[in-house]
């Protein structure tokens, strides 16, 4: 059984990967457009994107988007991981955008989602040092002002935020008996005052995530986004849309390190034959191959089922993508790793790579326990 495209969409997955392996099919062309980061920023590639029309996929017609979708969402994720293009902001970007298009106000709107579309990309800031799988206990602070919000605290693990245009706050505006109640969305350019964003060095020197830090940061009354105090359940409606966009993403990622590990294992040779043809590698691999294909069908059927049901909280399926997804890269990478020896681990290679990027993606956007006890909850338990 194989996941079951349109025409359009198999063109289009067609055309995604023709777009990779021309503009960063090597490791060199790669390193050329990052200089050895996770993103191309203002160097080409993101902007060709948007020329396509490619960022804009899921924004609305009207803020000059396709209006795409999850299906063709996915298809562009997955894809562009498979080729490693180096595009790590998109995810983060499209989150973000996806809170923007339900909850912002038309000038908002306007702003966050016609930058998504021209190759701009945006942050959202959840987590702070006491606060990540719960998220409820998040206290950086925004007070009403005579004239809008001043905002204290800080943030951090916050994706792209020193390459965005503007990040989506989640703080908290009051405190009650439920600590889900009282948390607001605002919209904060990068540049405002009273902000400073601070990388993160993160296992293999790269700088992707970033602390931010609000001294009394002074935000207009109109950059609430959405209602005050409703920003949790703001929250929990975009749960499918960023765990789709999760699993995808790291689908990608999966079948990248296996694509890899196949392309080695034909090719070195010990004892007199490549070393794929010996049992025990050829049963790892068939496992490997079998789990792509169950994640992809998983993430595709509830892709679709968001498609058929779009204000529909698919909790209980979005996390099974999402840990699904997760858990099988990281085992189709260290899999990988095990099977090119000492290759796996050099840098000369990608394997380390997808190692990198799969072990984390368990953690972040929900970890898996936290998807698990999502799940559990679901059936009552």
């Not at 940061?217 to 986004?225: E, I, K, S």
């Not at 790793?337 to 190692?355: I, L, N, P, R, S």
Request: proline share 3%; charged share 25%; aromatic share 6%.
């Amino acid at each position: 059984m194989s996941v079951e495209f349109t025409t359009e969409q198999k063109a289009f997955a067609e055309a995604v990967t023709d777009f990779c392996k021309r503009e960063a099919g090597t490791r060199e062309k790669r390193d050329q457009l990052t200089d050895h980061g996770a993103h191309n920023h203002n160097q080409g590639v993101y902007e060709k994107m948007a020329e396509l029309g490619w960022l804009g996929l899921t924004i609305p017609e009207e803020f000059g988007g396709s209006d795409a979708t999850m299906v063709d969402m996915c298809i562009l994720l997955e894809q562009t991981q498979r080729g490693m293009l180096p595009i790590g902001a998109i995810g983060p970007t499209l989150i973000t955008g996806g809170a923007y298009a339900k909850f912002g106000t038309p000038q908002q709107k306007d702003e966050v989602l016609r930058g998504i579309v021209r190759g701009a990309s945006q942050s959202i800031s959840m987590s702070e040092p006491e606060a990540g799988s719960d998220v409820g206990n998040l206290s950086t602070k925004a007070e009403q002002t005579s004239d809008g919000w001043l905002v204290n605290g800080q943030k951090t693990w916050c994706s792209n935020a020193h390459i965005s245009e503007n990040i989506l706050l989640v703080a908290r505006t009051s405190r009650g008996e439920n600590k889900h109640e009282g948390m607001t969305m605002f919209h904060v350019p990068a540049r405002t005052d009273g902000l400073k964003i601070s990388p993160i060095e993160l296992m293999g020197g790269q700088k992707e995530t970033n602390d931010l830090y609000f001294t009394d940061c002074v935000l207009p009354a109109d950059a609430v986004v959405g209602e005050v105090g409703n920003g949790w359940r703001q929250l929990m409606t975009g749960l499918n849309f960023e765990r789709l966009i999760l699993a995808a993403m790291i689908l990608g990622t999966a079948e990248r390190a296996f694509d890899d590990t196949l392309g080695y294992i034909t090719q070195r040779k010990q004892f007199g034959r490549p070393i794929g043809s010996f049992q025990s590698l050829r049963h790892r691999m068939a496992d490997l191959a079998t789990e792509i294909e169950c994640t992809k069908l998983l993430v595709y059927n509830v892709a679709r089922e968001a498609d058929a049901n779009p204000d529909k909280v698919l909790a209980r399926e979005a996390s099974m993508a999402k840990l699904k997804a997760t858990e099988t890269a990281k085992r189709v990478a260290l899999e990988g790793m095990q099977m090119m020896g000492g290759y796996g681990y050099a840098t000369e290679f990608d394997m380390e790579k997808h190692v990198r990027g799969a072990l984390v993606s368990t953690i972040f956007g929900g970890t898996s326990e936290i998807q698990r006890d999502i799940i559990g909850k679901t059936y009552g338990l």
